[in-house]
């Protein structure tokens, strides 16, 4: 599986857009980049998957450049129930791994 | 059901006995995934389930680790003579069909969390 690398840690406030780099420089041609939420005492939840451009769903979006070797999840206008932990994988078969994701925390 | 449903939601155990885990997957979804989570280490896959075949069993650390998917449906992830390295929550994810193409989106169930006294 690519190796990602995102920030271990992001501060907001309610209302603001939250916006994680994912760097994955060794993307293979089949990977498709995939984010995953995860609250304490539950399991990772899907948000958002994509191969290129940009793609958009009602919870995020997540944009791709064209070399597909980084992409960034868009949060817009977050609360404080946003407040998680999310994983960046790249991923072309089952076999999920998660590093350690990158802890967002909203204030009010 | 409407979402993955994982029993017990906490297990505690002593060292050297036996546990079963339960995962119950959505409805329909054919596919099933065990994966372990622990502190600092991330995501760990476990075994994949396609039906009641097991293609996949790569992950299972141990002869002491196995698991069963019966009726398509229900699976049970056993772990025998625990030690206290398997505390760890684990968890289970289930997809409709088989994954093809792009990744597969998984659904995962809230995990047991199993600690191993």
């Known amino acids: 599986l ?3 690398t995102q920030p271990i840690s992001m501060d907001s406030y309610e209302g603001q857009e939250v916006n994680i780099t994912c760097s994955h420089n060794n993307i293979a041609t089949n990977d498709y980049i995939t984010w995953y ?4 005492s539950q399991g990772p939840r899907f948000i958002i998957q994509g191969y290129k451009t940009k793609v958009t769903n009602e ?18 206008r977050v609360s404080l129930s946003d407040t998680a932990v999310y994983y960046c994988l790249v991923v072309n078969d089952y076999k999920l791994s998660f590093g350690a994701g990158t802890t967002v925390t909203v204030r009010a | 059901g409407a979402g993955v449903s ?23 979804h054919t596919a099933l995934y065990w994966y372990r989570q622990s502190l600092g280490q991330g995501l760990e896959f476990l075994i994949y389930f396609q039906g009641n075949s097991a293609p996949d069993k790569s992950g299972l650390p141990s002869d002491r680790f196995s698991a069963e998917r ?21 968890l289970c ?25």
């Open chain 2, 70 to 90: 019966t009726g398509g449906s229900v699976s049970t992830l056993t772990i025998q003579r625990t030690q206290q390295e398997d505390s760890a929550v684990y």
């Open chain 2, 93 to 117: 994810a289930s997809s409709l069909g088989v994954p093809a193409g792009g990744g597969s989106i998984q659904y995962f169930g809230a995990g047991t969390r199993l600690s191993v006294l």
């Open chain 2, 6 to 28: 994982q029993s017990p939601s906490n297990k505690v155990t002593e060292k050297g006995k036996d546990v079963e885990l339960r995962c119950d997957p959505i409805s329909g």
């Open chain 1, 37 to 40: 939420q995860q609250f304490p």
């Open chain 1, 2 to 4: 690519a190796k990602t």
């Open chain 1, 59 to 76: 919870v995020a979006s997540l944009f791709i450049p064209a070399d597909r070797k980084s992409s960034t999840l868009s949060l817009p």
